[in-house]
């Protein structure tokens, strides 16, 4: 059974750095693993993916500024984020999608493609 728990959330100022962690058990080395972010009223987003063969690929609002990674022996899912910026506030969630057919470009992100999901935890940037 997959199981996927996010820690290292919190609320920093704006330029300010987090990173985020992701304990992950039940997972196959091929899955696809990844974060979204989702903020109030608004739709849930991906930022960053790993997938089956370790493509990685990160929205355009994040890209210089996010690093995931993926540690296969200690089971975590990191997101390394610095200069941090108040529309950056959101509920980052990690994602699993078994592994299958690499996904387009244009799929990657789709929440509804991913059969597994962490509880969130909360980032919020402050100006």
């Known amino acids: 059974q997959v199981q996927l728990v996010e820690s290292g959330g919190g609320s920093v100022q704006s330029g300010g750095s987090l990173t985020l962690s992701c304990a992950v058990s039940?997972?196959?080395?091929?899955?696809?693993l990844g974060w979204f972010r989702q903020a109030p009223g608004l739709e849930r987003e991906g930022v960053a993916v790993i997938n089956e063969i370790a493509d990685i690929t990160y929205a355009d609002s994040v890209k210089g500024r996010f690093t995931i990674s993926r540690d296969k022996v200690k089971n975590t899912l990191d997101l390394q984020m610095i200069s941090l910026r108040p529309e950056d506030t959101a509920m980052y969630f990690c994602?699993?999608?078994?592994?299958?057919?690499?996904?387009?470009?244009?799929?990657?992100?789709?929440?509804?493609?991913?059969?597994?999901w962490g509880q969130g935890t909360q980032v919020t940037v402050s100006s």
């Open positions: 994602a699993l999608r078994r592994a299958g057919p690499v996904l387009p470009p244009d799929y990657v992100f789709r929440p509804t493609l991913y059969q597994y």
């Open positions: 039940g997972d196959a080395p091929n899955d696809s």
